[in-house]
């Protein structure tokens, strides 16, 4: 299950320095060319919402996207199906 959050890239701000790439222990950050030159790109599938990439990134191009609950709950269910079958605790004294 992930964090809750991940981060994002706003590309008109991200100059391509590659400085989140460097201390993303996740490999979730590449470099990736576009009209503007080198652009850093989020892997969300990687991304552990840590945000150590966020406080490295000299123009403050990246971002956290916080996941809405219904997004938490749902990796919820697909991580953990078979609680929904478990049978309430009694409580004995």
Do not use: M, W
Request: aromatic content about 4%.
């Amino acid at each position: 299950i992930a964090s809750g959050a991940i981060c994002e890239v706003n590309e008109s701000e991200c100059i391509g320095c590659g400085a989140c790439q460097s201390v993303c222990q996740y490999g979730a950050i590449e470099l990736h060319d576009t009209p503007q030159g080198k652009k850093a790109r989020v892997i969300p599938v990687l991304c552990k919402g840590d945000g150590v990439c966020n406080s490295k990134c000299p123009t403050g191009a990246i971002s956290l996207k916080h996941f809405t609950d219904d997004e938490i709950f749902a990796q919820i269910d697909a991580e953990v199906p078979a609680l929904a079958e478990v049978p309430a605790l009694v409580e004995v004294h």
